[in-house]
């Protein structure tokens, strides 16, 4: 399973952007990029899954550069409530079921 | 939608005892597995399914017993509680039809004495 290396923390102040990098230098062929958000006292919740180059939902933005080895998570104009634990996991979507390893994850702190 | 239920929410063990920590699925998911977070860490994977009757062993298994007799259930049990399994507890399951994006419990705060 590829391992992640992502920043411990980071800062950000409401209306801003924040990108969040991920680096998984071992990223196989049918591995996908998977990111959660995860609220104190709660489970870890789905954001978004890309393969490669960029995918974009309602909540974030995920992109990815041709070599796979990185991706970056973009929240744009943050809010107070979205101050939470961000984990960058990768994995193949189809036989490594259940065996998901999560790192440290980045504590994101926005402040008014 | 009921998706990953976890009980009980809550749960205080003195030393020795044993317990279950109950997870099901409504969404006909193949994979489950169990996590523990300590406070202030990333979650470590305890013990994972990749179907009824077959399980396996994650990061961190020691002192922990899962099956997997249906599909819906997930069980995971604590033989003789240690203080050092104080955490909180999450059942997870996802299925290869959506690129095993997994989907969590609320989660089981338990506390050994």
């Known amino acids: 399973l590829a391992k992640t290396t992502q920043p411990i923390s980071m800062d950000s102040y409401e209306g801003q952007e924040v990108n969040i990098t991920c680096s998984h230098n071992n990223i196989a062929t049918n591995d996908y990029i998977t990111w959660y958000q995860q609220f104190p006292s709660q489970g870890p919740r789905f954001i978004i899954q890309?393969?490669?180059t960029k995918v974009t939902n309602e909540v974030a933005s995920l992109f990815i550069p041709a070599d796979r080895k990185s991706s970056t998570l973009s929240l744009p104009r943050v809010s107070l409530s979205d101050t939470a634990v961000y984990y960058c996991l990768v994995g193949d979507g189809y036989n490594q079921g259940g065996k998901l390893i999560f790192g440290q994850g980045t504590e994101l702190s926005v402040k008014p | 939608n009921a998706g990953v239920t976890q009980t009980p929410k809550f749960q205080v063990l003195k030393t020795g005892q044993s317990m279950t920590l109950q997870c099901a699925q409504d969404?006909?998911?193949?994979?489950m597995s169990w996590y523990r977070q300590d406070p202030g860490m990333g979650l470590r994977l305890i013990h994972y399914s990749v179907g009824a009757g077959i399980t396996d062993q994650g990061e961190v298994p020691n002192g922990y017993n899962v099956s997997r007799s249906t599909t819906e259930d997930f069980p995971l049990r604590l033989l003789s509680a240690a203080p050092s399994q104080t955490s909180v507890y999450f059942c997870?399951?996802?299925?290869?039809?959506?690129?095993?994006?997994?989907?969590f419990g609320a989660g089981t705060r338990l506390s050994v004495l």
């Open positions: 969404m006909n998911h193949e994979y």
């Open positions: 997870a399951s996802s299925t290869p039809r959506t690129k095993n994006i997994q989907y």
């Open positions: 890309g393969y490669k």
